[in-house]
Antibody, heavy 120, light 110 residues
Framework: QVQLQESGPGLVKPSETLSLTCSVSDDSISTGSYCWAWIRQPPGKGLEWIVN???????YYNPSLKSRVTISADTSKRHFFLMMTSVTAADSAIYYC????????????WGQGTLVTVSS | QSALTQPASVSGSPGQSITISCSGTPSDIGDTNYVSWYQQHPGKVPKLIIFDVTNRPSGVSNRFSGSKSGNTASLTISGLQGEDEADYYC??????????FGGGTKVTVL
């Protein structure tokens, strides 16, 4: 079964840029009909969908975050990325990368999550 | 986009059935069958239990079932068990291409 693994700095300073990587254990990022997303969860709070990118190249963003967020991929290296600019304490959360089968709501593969804290 | 509306908490005794509602709008739940549900135990990764309104992934107990009527989706847990005590989140596609989660429901087994 495919596995996802998030990586990145656990601590980011306010106003700086957060960069996260999701490593995919198989070739499905370049060969399958899937959509790849970032979702976050502030400690003790609910889930928030941030952005997704499908195999076709289409990208969709949470309107409230769109101006600060970029999603991209390096399919040859089986990675996709999240970049979020001008972070504040409100961006402190566990960040998950996920895989969803295209044309369904079947988001069945999640990474273990990585905790990001925004603090000076 | 506004979060879908879920009750903050639902409780039930072992063996009972409970239903968690997820209220949306004509632009999300009311306009799609791309509605899913996730179970999250404390400190754990969310787990998909229902997708496309009514479908269960293999390995998920048939005690979990999903439905939709108008702008509201529902998750029913029948034969409630102690292991079902967790947080539950609904998730819906929005007709602009984005997705939205519900605020989450804490299920307590009495």
């Amino acid at each position: 079964q495919v596995q996802l693994q998030e990586s990145g700095p656990g601590l980011v300073k306010p106003s700086e840029t957060l960069s996260l990587t999701c490593s995919v254990s198989d070739d499905s990022i370049s060969t399958g009909s899937y959509c790849w997303a970032w979702i976050r969860q502030p400690p003790g709070k609910g889930l928030e969908w941030i952005v997704n990118m499908c195999y076709s190249g289409t990208k969709y963003y949470n309107p409230s975050l769109k101006s600060r967020v970029t999603i991209s991929a390096d399919t040859s290296k089986r990675h996709f990325f999240l970049m979020m600019t001008s972070v504040t304490a409100a961006d402190s959360a566990i960040y998950y990368c996920t895989r969803r089968t295209a044309f369904t709501s079947r988001r069945d593969i999640w990474g273990q999550g990585t905790l990001v804290t925004v603090s000076s | 986009q506004s979060a879908l509306t879920q009750p903050a908490s639902v409780s039930g005794s072992p063996g009972q059935s409970i239903t968690i509602s997820c209220s949306g709008t004509p632009s999300d739940i009311g306009d799609t069958n791309y509605v899913s549900w996730y179970q999250q135990h404390p400190g754990k990764v969310p787990k998909l239990i229902i997708f496309d309104v009514t479908n269960r992934p293999s390995g998920v107990s048939n005690r979990f079932s999903g439905s939709k009527s108008g702008n509201t989706a529902s998750l029913t847990i029948s034969g409630l068990q102690g292991e079902d005590e967790a947080d539950y989140y609904c998730n819906s596609y929005i007709n602009d291409g984005s997705w939205v989660f519900g605020g989450g429901t804490k299920v307590t087994v009495l």
